[in-house]
């Protein structure tokens, strides 16, 4: 719950926010999804997957804040929010 109702407080592993740079001026901000040898795959907020080749980045930040915008709660009543944390823990498998 905390993580929906303050997304900045803490990030877990894996949901890093990470800013991407190529070398030729492409910048791209999104989660790290898999590093296999030369490529790195990203995903933006979206899901959207792209991978770009380690040799062709200029620099890679990783952001103290979530892509998980504050206040998505917010338009959620109380049912609606207990039944997004109920689906959220099925999921957890």
């Known amino acids: 719950a905390e993580s929906i109702l303050k997304p900045n407080a803490s ?3 894996g949901f890093a926010t990470v800013s991407l ?7 791209m901000i ?5 590093e296999i040898a ?6 933006d907020i979206s899901g959207k997957a792209y991978n770009y080749k380690v040799s062709n980045i200029k620099s890679r930040t990783e952001l103290k804040i979530s892509m998980m915008p504050a206040g998505l709660a917010n338009s959620l009543s109380i049912e609606e ?12 498998g």
């Open 21 to 27: 740079l190529t070398k030729n001026g492409k910048s």
């Open 38 to 43: 030369e490529t790195v795959e990203m995903r």
């Open 30 to 34: 999104g989660f790290i999804t898999a």
């Open 11 to 13: 990030i877990s592993q």
């Open 81 to 92: 929010f207990s039944s997004l944390l109920s689906y959220l823990e099925s999921k957890k």
